[in-house]
């Protein structure tokens, strides 16, 4: 069973840094882009950054500057370095990729979340 496991959440001061990473595990033949969506309290989940399989990257503007995305084919597994963290940047942070298990269609899988805390 192909699944996502996201970790690297926690608390942080604003302008702190963190690191998520998110692995893909299972039978897995293919990874199409990955990304991270966030979403805080009372509000709609939104897009953070993808990267495509192609180098690619996209980041939300109020991220731009200070967040970046990077993945590692290899290993089934994107990261998202976060620095300059803000109070706004709170939110419960989720992975999702575009997997083809093996024998499989395509398919649209999401982490469990982990939460990001920016607060003194």
């Known amino acids: 069973q192909v699944q996502l496991v996201e970790s690297g959440g926690g608390l942080v001061q604003p302008g702190g840094s963190l690191r998520l990473s998110c692995a893909a595990s299972?039978?897995?033949?293919?990874?199409?882009?990955m990304g991270w969506y966030r979403q805080a309290p009372g509000k709609q989940r939104e897009l953070v950054a993808t990267?495509?399989?192609?180098?690619?990257?996209n980041y939300a503007d109020s991220v731009k500057g200070r967040f970046t995305i990077s993945r590692d084919n290899a290993r089934y597994t994107v990261y998202l370095q976060m620095i300059s963290l803000k109070p706004e940047d709170t939110a419960i942070y989720s992975c999702n990729g575009k997997l083809r298990p093996t024998y499989m269609a395509w398919g649209n899988y999401w982490g469990q979340g982990t939460q990001v805390t920016v607060s003194s």
């Open positions: 299972g039978s897995i033949a293919s990874i199409g882009v």
């Open positions: 990267a495509n399989s192609d180098g690619s990257t």
